[in-house]
């Protein structure tokens, strides 16, 4: 590959060295400071973060993460001194980010103090609940949105209305204190819950509710000291976080950021409701104060799950290979929906890479993490179809690398694959 003359310092002519399947996951990051601060399934590791930089974008000094989800990106890469612009639509991923930034921007002897009174409220968590009133609003805003649905037993339910009013008194005495314990609370609800977090959230079966549910209280002091544990080992953050727009889509109103590349992970084309799947976080964080409030946070996605699907989407072909692709699914699929989801998404995802194209300088690298997926027997190659509209766009193709093989529910092979787009024209 030829070098581009704007700017030697992001050629991409040299080796590429592999990256560890299990880094391109949650998983991988797994003891990491900050990492464990809640289980964002859908997420990388640091190493990930940090290998896009040594091999496609070195030298950048401001970065765009278009779909940030708990922080990854944008953490791993103030730690190394390198600004980042992000968006994230779920209000409660964004209180976990706004969190992490909070502990790693504070000085060392400020940290030392925090971790201190954490460890103090793992300690008198309990007595403290024990003692609290329910939070009368939280339950109101569980029957708004949820009806008759029971998610957790009665005692967990009890001391979760409690430790609301235990946060609330705690936040308006020392906000990041309630902050850092509202994400302890949301770290543990699911599987202190009745659900299960597996793809996307479930009821547990009996065999799972019989090996027993963890208890909220003591899973709560324990996080704290997680917590307060990485206000130590965590690093500072040198460079700037900026939260560009809570939406994608909205991108390009937004001022030019002129960042040096992008790294990210978009939603998968795979059905997931990722907003039902963190209903619970939402509803402790009193984002659901409204009835019908999951519904208009989909609005705002990335058309990616058949719940999102709109009367107006899925409308509009972005190009040919998508137009046949949704004509076989309209054949083949078990649900009317999808096809227009499929469509849905690439609308969507057209309009995010020409907003990320227009935020980046002349030969910026974009790094898009993306996995493939399959309805109905028809198999929607995502990854070949993004690296087109990308080409249609303007962008240069680069490489389209498999990072790893997944199955899907039928059991076939999907994979997950890493496409590097290249801006090679304002």
């Given at each position: 590959?030829?070098?581009?003359?704007?700017?030697?310092?992001?050629?991409?002519?040299?080796?590429?060295?592999?990256?560890?399947?299990?880094?391109?996951?949650?998983?991988?990051?797994?003891?990491?400071?900050?990492?464990?601060?809640?289980?964002?399934?859908e997420g990388f590791s640091s190493e990930f973060v940090k290998h896009m930089l040594t091999q496609y974008?070195?030298?950048?000094?401001?970065?765009?993460?278009?779909?940030?989800?708990?922080?990854?990106?944008?953490?791993?890469?103030?730690g190394l001194g390198i600004d980042c612009g992000y968006c994230e639509v779920n209000p409660a991923m964004r209180l976990v980010i706004s969190a992490k930034m909070a502990v790693g921007n504070l000085p060392r002897t400020e940290r030392i103090a925090v971790r201190s009174r954490l460890l103090a409220l793992s300690d008198s968590i309990a007595e403290k609940i024990a003692a609290a009133p329910s939070d009368e609003l939280l339950l109101k805003d569980y029957q708004n949105n949820f009806?008759?649905?029971?998610?957790?037993?009665?005692?967990t339910f009890r001391s979760l209305l409690a430790i609301r009013t235990v946060n609330d008194q705690i936040g308006k005495?020392?906000?990041?204190?309630?902050?850092?314990?509202?994400?302890?609370?949301?770290?543990?609800?699911?599987?202190?819950?009745?659900?299960?977090?597996?793809?996307?959230v479930r009821y547990k079966t009996e065999k799972e509710l019989a090996k027993g549910i963890p208890d909220l209280v003591a899973e709560v002091g324990k996080h704290l000291i997680v917590i307060a544990n990485d206000c130590l080992a965590s690093?500072?953050?040198?460079?700037?976080?900026?939260?560009?727009?809570s939406n994608a889509k909205e991108l390009g109103m937004c001022p030019d950021f002129l960042a040096d590349g992008v790294i990210t992970s978009p939603p998968y084309l795979n059905g997931t409701n990722y907003f039902r799947n963190t209903k619970l976080e939402l509803w402790y964080g009193r984002f659901l104060g409204e009835k019908n409030a999951l519904r208009s946070f989909r609005n705002l996605a990335i058309t990616s799950g058949i719940n999102d699907v709109a009367k107006t989407q899925g409308r509009v072909h972005v190009n040919e290979t998508v137009r046949e692709l949704v004509a076989k699914l309209e054949e083949n699929a078990y649900d009317m929906r999808i096809?227009?989801?499929?469509?849905?998404?690439?609308?969507?995802m057209q309009v995010v890479l020409k907003s990320l194209s227009k935020n980046c300088r002349l030969n910026g690298v974009l790094c898009i993490d993306i996995g493939d997926s399959r309805y109905g027997g028809v198999h929607v190659p995502t990854h070949e179809i993004l690296a087109a509209i990308g080409e249609d766009i303007g962008l240069q193709h680069v490489e389209t690398i498999r990072l790893r093989?997944?199955?899907?529910?039928?059991?076939?092979?999907?994979?997950?694959?890493?496409?590097?787009?290249?801006?090679?024209?304002?």
């Open positions: 590959m030829k070098l581009m003359k704007q700017d030697q310092q992001f050629a991409l002519d040299f080796p590429r060295d592999e990256i560890e399947a299990r880094h391109t996951t949650h998983s991988g990051g797994k003891g990491e400071p900050f990492h464990d601060w809640y289980p964002y399934l974008i070195p030298g950048a000094r401001r970065i765009i993460e278009p779909f940030a989800g708990t922080g990854t990106a944008p953490i791993v890469l103030a009806g008759s649905s029971i998610f957790f037993d009665e005692g005495q020392d906000p990041l204190l309630g902050m850092l314990l509202s994400v302890s609370v949301m770290s543990k609800i699911v599987i202190c819950s009745l659900l299960k977090r597996a793809g996307d690093p500072d953050l040198v460079g700037s976080i900026k939260l560009l727009t096809p227009r989801m499929v469509a849905g998404y690439f609308e969507d093989t997944r199955t899907s529910k039928d059991q076939t092979k999907l994979s997950q694959s890493l496409i590097v787009l290249r801006k090679i024209k304002n």
